[in-house]
C-alpha cells in the first residue's frame, strides 16, 4: 500500500530534509562553524574522536540504565503501596509533587558531597529524575479501579491482596510501561547533567571538555549520541510496552503516559 | 423479622454517625426464591440498599439479615452486577465469567486443579444467555448487550443464592433492554435464585418481580410496597396489556409522590 509505505518511510525523509536544510543554511548563511558546524562537520567529529565518544557513550548509557533500573524498582514498589489504599494514595501524593517540583539540578551537589564525583552522582540523579512518573503512574492505575467491580469481589469475600492481584496490578501495568518511556528519556537528563557538573567520565563530561577546548562540531556530536541513545532506549521501551499490554490498546479507558 | 433478605429499621451515613444520612428506618423483607424490585428518585439510597444486603456497608443502626444471619462481613452467597459491566479487557469473556470462581471458596481451591469442568460449567452459563461460543472473544469485541450478559453470567457463575442487579440495563438501547428482560426471567425461573434488581424503569421492574418496593427520597425508606402477580411465565406481549399499563400507571404516581 502506498499510503503505509509513506508513512513509513515519512521519519527518515524529515530527517534528511532536516540535514539538508541545516547543511544549507550554514552554506547560505555563511554560519561560522564554531557557532552552528555543518552536519558534514558533526558527521567528522563523530569519526575523528570514535574511541572517546564510544567509551564515554557506553558510560553515560551504563550509568544512566543503572539509575533507570533503580527507578523502576523503586518506582514499582513505592507505587503499590501508595497506590494500595485511597488514603495512602491521598496522603502520599501531594508529597510526592512536592518532592518532584525540586529540580533535580540543585541536589547534585549534595549528591558530590556524599559520594565524590562519578558514576555515583550520575546514577542517583538518573534514578531521582525518573522515577517519579513511574510511581504516579503505578500508582494512579491501582487507585482508579472502579469501585463497582471493587464490590462484585468484596462481596465475595475477595481481601485487600486478591483485588490487588487479579485486577490492581493488570490493570495498572499499561500505565507502568507506559510510564517507562517518559522514565528513560528522563534518565539521560539526569545522568548527562551530573555529569557535565560532577565527572570525569559520560557525553556530559565529554561535551563539557569540548566546549572547553572550542571543538564545537564535537559537542554537536555529543548531542547527536546522546539523541541515538535516547532514541534507541525509547524505542525498546515502547516495543516493551506494545508486547506486554497489547490488549491495552484495543480496549478503551486506558491511559498510557 | 423472617425473611430471606431482612432489613429492619436500618439506619446508614457514609460519613458515620452524624453526617448526613442515606437511609434511615429502611425495613423490607424478601423472600427466598422471590423477584424483588426497589424503585425510586435517584440519591434515595437504593444501591445503599444493595451494599448493607451484601455486607459491603454495615448499619448504623438496624439489623440486616440474609439466610437466617446477621450480616457482619461481606454475604459470599451474593452475585452483584451493575450498570457498568466492568470486565477485566485483559481477561477473554470466559476468563471474566470464571473470576468470582478464583476468589470464593470451595472454588477457589479447586479452580486450577478442576479447570476443565469449571470451563464447562461458564460455558453452559454463557449459552444460556445467549453467548454461546463468545467465550474466548475479549469484552471490547462484544457489543454493550452482550458485555452485560457476560456480566451476569460473572454473577452468577458461583451458583450465589442470592442475585444483586443494580440498574444493570439502564445504559442499553430499549430492545437489548428487553431481550435481556427475558434472559433474566428465565435464568429465575430455572434456577429460583432470590433476585433483588434496583431500576428507574418501571415497566422492567412490573414485568419481572413478584414484588415491588417503592423507596422514598433522601434519607430512603419503604414508602410504598406493590405485590405484582401477573402470572409466570410472563411475556412481553404483557407488556401492553392494560392491567400492565395501570400498574405501572400506578408506581409512577408513587415516584412522584416519593419525589416532592
Ligand atoms: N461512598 C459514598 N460516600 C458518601 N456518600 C455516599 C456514598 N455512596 C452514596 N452516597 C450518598 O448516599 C445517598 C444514597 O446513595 P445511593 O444508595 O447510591 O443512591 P441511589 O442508588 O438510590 O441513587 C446519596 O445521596 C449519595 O450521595
Ligand atoms: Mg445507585
Redesign the pocket.
Same mark, same amino acid.
Not at chain 2, 446508614?12 to 460519613?15: C, D
Given at each position: 500500500m502506498p499510503t503505509s509505505l509513506a508513512i513509513r518511510a515519512a521519519p527518515w525523509v524529515f530527517v534528511i530534509g532536516m540535514l539538508v536544510v541545516w547543511q544549507a543554511a550554514v552554506a547560505i548563511f555563511a554560519i561560522p562553524p564554531f557557532v552552528l558546524p555543518p552536519p558534514t562537520a558533526v558527521a567528522g567529529a563523530i569519526v575523528q574522536y570514535w574511541n572517546a565518544i564510544w567509551y564515554e557513550s557506553l558510560f553515560t548509557l551504563g550509568t544512566t540504565m543503572a539509575g533507570f533500573l533503580l527507578a523502576v524498582g523503586f518506582g514499582l514498589a513505592l507505587g503499590l503501596f501508595i497506590g494500595w489504599s485511597r488514603t495512602i494514595y491521598a496522603g502520599l501524593y501531594p508529597l510526592m509533587i512536592g518532592f518532584n517540583a525540586v529540580p533535580k539540578v540543585a541536589v547534585v551537589p549534595i549528591l558530590v558531597l556524599w559520594f565524590g564525583i562519578g558514576a555515583v552522582p550520575a546514577i542517583i540523579t538518573a534514578f531521582l529524575i525518573s522515577f517519579f512518573p513511574i510511581v504516579v503512574n503505578v500508582a494512579t492505575g491501582l487507585a482508579t479501579i472502579e469501585?463497582e467491580l471493587e464490590d462484585v469481589l468484596k462481596a465475595l469475600g475477595a481481601s485487600k491482596l486478591d483485588i490487588m492481584r487479579k485486577v490492581g496490578i493488570p490493570r495498572a501495568l499499561p500505565y507502568f510501561f507506559g510510564s517507562l518511556k517518559i522514565a528513560i528519556t528522563l534518565a539521560f537528563v539526569g545522568s548527562v547533567i551530573s555529569e557535565s557538573i560532577a565527572s570525569n567520565h559520560g557525553i556530559g563530561n565529554l561535551m563539557l571538555q569540548a566546549q572547553s577546548q572550542f571543538k564545537v562540531p564535537l559537542i554537536f556530536a555529543g548531542l547527536v549520541v546522546l539523541a541515538v541513545e535516547g532514541i534507541a532506549m525509547y524505542a525498546v521501551m515502547a516495543w516493551l510496552e506494545k508486547r506486554m499490554t497489547g490488549w491495552a490498546h484495543r480496549s478503551t479507558g486506558f491511559a498510557s503516559s | 423479622m423472617r425473611g430471606f433478605v431482612t432489613l429492619e429499621g436500618v439506619r446508614? *451515613?457514609? $460519613?458515620g454517625a452524624g453526617?448526613?444520612l *442515606? #437511609?434511615d428506618n429502611l425495613t423490607l423483607a424478601i423472600e427466598k426464591g422471590e423477584f424483588a424490585a426497589v424503585v $425510586?428518585?435517584? $440519591?434515595?439510597?437504593?444501591?445503599?440498599? @444493595?451494599?448493607l444486603a451484601t455486607g459491603l456497608q454495615f448499619p448504623q443502626n438496624g439489623v440486616v439479615t440474609v439466610a437466617g444471619e446477621v450480616v457482619e462481613k461481606p454475604v459470599k452467597i451474593a452475585g452483584m452486577a451493575f450498570q457498568a459491566p466492568t470486565l477485566l479487557p485483559w481477561r477473554t469473556t470466559l476468563d471474566n465469567v470464571l473470576l468470582p470462581l478464583e476468589i470464593v471458596e470451595p472454588h477457589r481451591k479447586r479452580i486450577r486443579r478442576d479447570r476443565a469442568a469449571y470451563r464447562e460449567r461458564a460455558e453452559a452459563l454463557l449459552a444460556q444467555v445467549g453467548l454461546d461460543g463468545a467465550g474466548d472473544k475479549f469484552p471490547w469485541e462484544l457489543s454493550g448487550g452482550m458485555q452485560m450478559r457476560a456480566s451476569l453470567c460473572r454473577a452468577l457463575v458461583h451458583e450465589p443464592q442470592l442475585l444483586m442487579l443494580?440498574?444493570p440495563f439502564g445504559a442499553l438501547d430499549a430492545f437489548t433492554r428487553e431481550e435481556l428482560w427475558c434472559v433474566i426471567r428465565d435464568i429465575h425461573a430455572a434456577s429460583g435464585v432470590t433476585i433483588i434488581l #434496583?431500576t428507574h424503569d418501571l415497566r422492567e421492574a412490573v414485568f419481572l418481580a413478584d414484588r415491588i418496593f417503592v @423507596?422514598s427520597a433522601?434519607? $430512603?425508606h419503604i414508602l410504598v410496597e406493590k405485590q405484582i402477580d401477573f402470572p409466570r411465565p410472563r411475556d412481553l406481549e404483557l407488556t401492553y396489556a392494560a392491567p400492565f399499563q395501570d400498574m405501572v400507571h400506578e408506581l409512577r404516581g408513587h415516584i412522584v409522590e416519593a419525589r416532592k
Open positions: 469501585p | 446508614h *451515613a457514609y $460519613g453526617t448526613q *442515606a #437511609v $425510586g428518585p435517584s $440519591g434515595c439510597g437504593k444501591s445503599t440498599l @444493595m451494599k443494580d440498574e #434496583v @423507596m433522601r434519607p $430512603g
